[in-house]
T-cell receptor, first 114, second 114 residues
Framework: DGGITQSPKYLFRKEGQNVTLSCEQNLNHDAMYWYRQDPGQGLRLIYYSQIVNDFQKGDIAEGYSVSREKKESFPLTVTSAQKNPTAFYLC?????????????FGPGTRLTVT | AQSVTQLDSQVPVFEEAPVELRCNYSSSVSVYLFWYVQYPNQGLQLLLKYLSGSTLVKGINGFEAEFNKSQTSFHLRKPSVHISDTAEYFCAVSGINAGNMLTFGGGTRLMVKP
């Protein structure tokens, strides 16, 4: 089955530690995205990538970093510089050439930093 | 740039009653419109989308939405809800010149009561 996988589903870290969230897709999609979701605030775009080895900052990129070395993979690192890292993180992907442009979402990773 | 306003943060409704979740958008260009559903601790799943053509769009799980260009709205409706429809619903918009970049509303929590 094609889809997007995110691991782990739950992640706990101590304050001051960097942590990397995994996102893999086998949909052959060109574009991938990372969103942060906080209660009552909808989805906010952190980073996106439309092609391998290239990525762009979204609305709330400070304290986060990404890489796109393979088309299938788009890991997100939450650094110690992120002031409020506890949140639900969603990865998504989409085609760039189709007119539909709908984004397909992974199951999410809930990060708790104490 | 686009923006999306979901007018109700929570909508309580009794089982088998009809429901309407409201979505208004703002954009200087023509748009594509989407509704997604999110069940607790899961990713987002596409309910339906409007790209062009008929303004009444039918989606999965008995939901439909109507695009009203003059009122810049894309309200989601279901004639008879079930307990299993309890979830968070997100309206999203993209400009046709940047179709893969979605802007999300803040979400509406639908609570179906027995």
């Amino acid at each position: 089955d094609g889809g997007i996988t995110q691991s782990p589903k739950y992640l706990f870290r101590k304050e001051g530690q960097n942590v990397t969230l995994s996102c893999e897709q086998n949909l052959n999609h060109d574009a991938m995205y990372w969103y942060r979701q906080d209660p009552g605030q909808g989805l906010r775009l952190i980073y996106y990538s439309q092609i391998v080895n290239d990525f762009q900052k979204g609305d709330i990129a400070e304290g986060y970093s990404v890489s796109r070395e393979k088309k299938e993979s788009f890991p997100l690192t939450v650094t110690s510089a992120q002031k409020n890292p506890t949140a639900f993180y969603l990865c998504a992907s989409s085609l760039m050439t189709s007119p539909s442009y709908e984004q397909y979402f992974g199951p999410g990773t809930r990060l708790t930093v104490t | 740039a686009q923006s999306v306003t979901q007018l109700d943060s929570q909508v309580p409704v009794f089982e088998e009653a009809p429901v309407e979740l409201r979505c208004n958008y703002s954009s200087s260009v023509s748009v594509y419109l989407f509704w997604y559903v999110q069940y607790p601790n899961q990713g987002l799943q596409l309910l339906l989308k409007y790209l062009s053509g008929s303004t009444l769009v039918k989606g999965i799980n008995g939901f439909e939405a109507e695009f009203n260009k003059s009122q810049t709205s894309f309200h989601l409706r279901k004639p008879s809800v079930h307990i299993s429809d309890t979830a968070e619903y997100f309206c999203a918009v993209s400009g046709i010149n940047a179709g893969n970049m979605l802007t999300f509303g803040g979400g509406t929590r639908l609570m179906v009561k027995p």
